[in-house]
Structure formats: structure tokens, C-alpha cells
């Protein structure tokens, strides 16, 4: 069985009325003005660009932290992971393993080193001892690939849980659903900035994080507090060969191709988090490096006890639920942890749980939103189309213009991809992160002779090679149930099959390519290297002397 299985099967099966759907959008509302009050309140402080971009560096270590848990747990972490452990128990918990551990990454390579050298983007940091046009070019169009593919996977999580909420089994009204989803995003940014949405993310941290807390007791407690026998209630639930839900295996052990594919998908879930722009933005939200590290210690802290929870509720949602309803349900995989909240609660749990899942992606398109403006019209605009000659307010006019144009994508995007699991869509990001950005940030800070040539056949090799191998794969096209006869791919079309590449995550290879191409481009260049230059970042990047302080206005 793919990773795609889990979004797909029971299609033909009649839509599910869950709760009521007056008190879901009646909670759904109450959040969404509470939230909006609070991003009015934090636009008026919005004079510049460091305050539209960076919230005037003004968050603390452990509030930053708990923003970037907020940015982090998105859709994936929550619907995804739990649908995918229900269905597949132990493959579908190594997702959860796979983004934890890539915080690791995050602390130790780049946290403090990025926050000390750069003010508002990644490219600052790639382009302070390079060439600043051409490097900034290539970051920006980067980031906005990463940015387009997380979208995709929120904006497939909205329309799958709001399906589910209000009984829509229609691609069109499911559409209208994804739609409203990004024009509220698009409100929260263009008013908001970063500080407003950063607000919104240590909120919906919080809400998440108890919300889960409590479900997970809730669930532990229908069990006696023992493990084994939640384990144990999953396999009977799942029927014949239930059992294969705590062994490796179920997903990825049937062939030597699904366990390529699962190495492929964790070599791009470990390494793409010290590679997602959005992520790496967070940290120039806080006044020095230190609080740049607290932010990541406290992040680690929050994302591993929820992910913790995930397995109970994952195995919770196989066990009380069953495989079977929630792949029959509108939202397939993504429906587990609102149909386990509606078993434990009713209505009134539901309501709430799916309120904070719908907060989830509403905060995480906010931050990727927000992102992709900044990198667009600090990077594009500012930078390489005005050579640095605009004034900070014009800076962040473009920057919202942006946000309007990034919303309209992301809406188109996540009517295609309305359907697909959610957890697996966001692995593509992280595999383009890791393949475009991670070799050119590690060079930069570490490699002395690294140079600009170097640094632009890392990027655009790495970028071009992941979504070219992506358009190629099964996930795009060509992948059909054997028992249902139905497209699993993005092109719903079963005639239509371009798939040459056989991987569902082409990270394995696009990955080693990067970094291949970043030493031989820097091989092959005449570009002389800058060893002051690299003396400079190096002193900034471990000491912060001369880095960007906070500012007040």
C-alpha cells in the first residue's frame, strides 16, 4: 500500500454527517473574531519593515518558541499523522519521529548562526559573502517553491476537515471551503504582519497543544491507562492483519521500492526543517542569538510532547473509530483525530478540536504567507529590481501586494490537491527545503572557498531537480488502486500517465545532487574566494558582534 492509499479508498462511499454543523461553524466564527481582534490590535505598532517582517524583534526566547511550534504543528502534524498511525500504526508514527528529529538539525547547524548574520530572510544570510543579486534571486524563487508546496497541504486540509464538519461531499463546495480558508489568511497578514501573526500562532500552539493533552487522557482513560491494551484495541478494530499495525512494514516493508520510498521520505523529513524559510525567518523575530536557541529548546519541548500524544491518538482513532470509517469519511486519512473527538465528546468536542485543526492552518498559511511576501519584495523587489534604492513603506506595499497574489495560489493549488494526505503533501516540502536551500546554507556557513557560482548550481539544481522529479512521480500522475480502479494522484485523469520516476519523495536523490552541485559549481568557478569576507560571517554568525540588534520605534 502507498502513501497515497490512505487518502483515497472508499470514495464512492456517501458522506458522513458529523455533529452539527451550526455549533461547528458557530465555534469556528467565535475563533476566527477572537483572532482577528487580536491582529488589529498588534497592526498598530506596524511603522516598518522591520516591524511588518520581523515584529521589531520584540518576541521572547520561550514566546518565540512557542510560535514556532504553533508554525510547525500545521495540518500535517494533526491530521495527517494521526490518520496516517490509524491506518498504518507504526509506518505512519515515523512521520512524527522524522519531524522531531529534524529539529536536531535545526539547534545544532543553523538556529544561531542564521539569526546572528541575517535581518529578515534567509537570502540575507546567503548573500552576505556572495554576490547579492543572483543569490537573492535564487532564494527567493526557493521559497516561494517551499511556500507553494506547504500551502498545498493546508489548504487540502481545510477543504478535507471542513467536508467532514459540515457533511459537503462536493469537489465545487469543497472548493468554495478552500477558497474562504485563504482569503481569511490573506486578511490575517495583509493586516497583521508578523507580529499579528505570530499572536495567532502562540494562540493556536496553546489550543493545540491542550487540546491534544486532553484527548489523549480522554483516550488513555477509555483504556485503563495501559498502552497495551489501546494497542491492542486498534488490532481488533482493524480486522484481519490488524496486527501489522505495531510492525514496521504495513506501509513501506512490501517491496524494496516502498522501503526506498521510506528512506527517501525521511531523508527529506530530517533535513528540511533547517531548510524551510518560514521556519528560518522565526528567528529573526527575537532581540539576539540567545534568545534565537532558547526559541529552538523550547519548540523541541512542545513539538515532542505533541507528537508524543499523536501515537495515542492515532492508535486511539484505529482502535475507537476504525480504518474503515474514517477512509470513508469526506476527508479519507485527514478525518481520524475530528471523528475520534467526536466518539470521546460529541458535538461539543468536536466543535472545539476541529475549531483549533481549522486555527492550525489558518495560523501556519498565515507565517508561509507572510513569508513569501517578505522574501518577494525584500529579496525580488528591494533588493534586486531597486538595487536596495526604496524606501521601507513602499518595501512593504509590494510585500502585501504579494500576499494577495500568494493567497490566490495557494487557493488554485489546494482546489488540485483537495484530497491527497496531507502529511505526505507537506514531505514534499520538506524535500525541496532540504534540496534548494539546506546545501547552500550549510556551505555558506561553513565552507570557506564556497562562492557564488557554487551557490546558484546548489539552489536552482537542487530546486529544478525536486520538482521535476515530483511532476515525474506517481504522485502527479499514473497511480491507480488495483481494487477500485481510481486515480491516487494529483491528476484525478487515470488515463493520463507521465510518471517515469518511480519515488513518491524524490529526496534521496535530489538531496545529494544539491550538495554535489554546490561543491562542483565552486570547483569548477573562476570566482575568486573571499576569505575576509568569510572571517567576517564566521565572527558574526558564532559571536553576533555587528549583528542586526533589536529595534524600537
Request: with cysteine.
Amino acid at each position: 500500500m502507498s502513501a497515497l492509499t490512505a487518502t483515497v479508498l472508499a470514495a464512492a462511499a456517501p458522506a458522513e454527517q458529523v455533529g452539527e454543523p451550526a455549533v461547528n461553524i458557530a465555534i469556528f466564527g467565535a475563533f476566527v473574531l477572537v483572532t482577528m481582534v487580536i491582529v488589529f490590535r498588534a497592526s498598530r505598532n506596524n511603522r516598518s519593515a522591520a516591524d511588518y517582517y520581523a515584529a521589531g524583534r520584540s518576541f521572547t526566547g520561550p514566546q518565540n518558541g512557542t510560535a514556532i511550534a504553533g508554525d510547525y504543528l500545521s495540518a500535517a502534524s494533526f491530521l495527517g499523522i494521526c490518520g496516517a498511525i490509524a491506518v498504518y500504526g507504526y509506518d505512519g508514527f515515523l512521520y512524527s519521529i522524522g519531524f522531531l528529529v529534524a529539529w536536531l538539525v535545526a539547534l545544532l547547524l543553523v538556529a544561531e548562526l542564521l539569526r546572528n548574520t541575517g535581518r529578515f530572510t534567509m537570502a540575507d544570510v546567503l548573500s552576505f559573502r556572495l554576490r547579492q543579486r543572483p543569490v537573492r534571486m535564487a532564494a527567493a524563487i526557493s521559497t516561494l517553491a517551499v511556500v507553494f508546496f506547504y500551502l498545498l497541504a493546508q489548504m487540502a486540509g481545510a477543504g478535507g476537515l471542513v467536508a467532514l464538519l459540515l457533511g459537503i461531499d462536493n469537489a465545487a463546495a469543497q472548493g468554495l471551503v478552500i477558497a474562504v480558508v485563504g482569503a481569511l489568511m490573506i486578511m490575517y497578514v495583509l493586516v497583521g504582519g508578523m507580529k499579528g501573526t505570530t499572536w495567532v500562532q502562540i494562540i493556536k500552539a496553546v489550543l493545540l497543544i491542550a487540546g491534544a493533552g486532553v484527548m489523549t487522557v480522554w483516550v488513555l482513560a477509555r483504556y485503563g491507562f495501559d498502552l497495551s491494551a489501546l494497542l491492542q484495541g486498534a488490532i481488533d478494530t482493524a480486522g484481519e492483519g490488524g496486527e501489522t499495525l505495531i510492525e514496521p512494514g504495513r506501509q513501506y516493508g512490501a517491496s524494496a521500492l516502498t522501503q526506498l520510498n521510506f528512506l527517501s521520505l525521511a531523508l527529506a523529513l530530517v533535513l528540511g526543517t533547517a531548510g524551510l524559510p518560514h521556519v528560518l525567518m522565526r528567528f529573526y523575530t527575537v532581540p539576539s542569538a540567545k534568545e534565537a536557541r532558547r526559541s529552538v529548546v523550547w519548540a523541541i519541548w512542545l513539538i515532542g510532547i505533541f507528537y508524543l500524544f499523536t501515537l495515542v491518538l492515532g492508535y486511539g482513532a484505529g482502535a475507537i473509530v476504525g480504518p474503515e470509517r474514517i477512509l470513508g469519511a469526506p476527508g479519507k486519512a485527514n478525518s481520524a483525530a475530528p471523528l475520534l473527538a467526536y466518539e470521546l465528546g460529541g458535538v461539543f468536542l468536536l466543535g472545539i478540536i476541529s475549531a483549533v485543526a481549522f486555527a492550525t492552518i489558518l495560523a501556519v498559511v498565515a507565517g508561509l504567507t507572510i513569508t513569501a511576501a517578505a522574501s518577494f519584495a525584500h529579496d525580488i523587489y528591494a533588493s534586486v529590481i531597486k538595487r536596495g534604492e526604496v524606501a521601507p513603506d513602499g518595501e512593504v506595499r509590494v510585500a502585501r501586494i504579494t500576499v494577495v497574489a500568494i493567497g490566490a495560489l495557494a487557493i488554485v493549488g489546494g482546489i488540485f490537491a483537495n484530497g491527497q494526505n496531507v502529511a505526505f503533501l507537506v514531505a514534499l516540502a520538506f524535500a525541496v527545503a532540504a534540496s534548494a536551500n539546506l546545501p547552500t546554507i550549510i556551505y555558506s556557513l561553513f565552507w570557506k572557498r564556497f562562492n557564488t557560482a557554487g551557490a546558484l548550481w546548489s539552489m536552482y539544481g537542487g530546486l529544478v531537480s525536486c520538482v521535476l522529479l515530483i511532476a515525474l512521480s506517481p504522485v502527479v500522475s499514473g497511480k491507480v488502486d488495483p481494487a477500485t480502479g481510481e486515480s491516487l494522484s494529483m491528476i484525478r485523469d487515470t488515463g493520463v500517465d507521465f510518471a517515469v520516476f518511480p519515488l513518491e519523495n524524490p529526496g534521496i536523490v535530489s538531496i545529494p545532487l544539491a550538495f554535489l552541485l554546490g561543491i562542483v559549481g565552486t570547483l569548477l568557478s573562476k570566482e575568486k574566494p573571499h576569505p575576509e569576507k568569510f572571517a567576517e560571517m564566521e565572527v558574526r554568525s558564532l559571536t553576533g558582534a555587528g549583528a542586526e540588534k533589536a529595534t524600537s520605534h
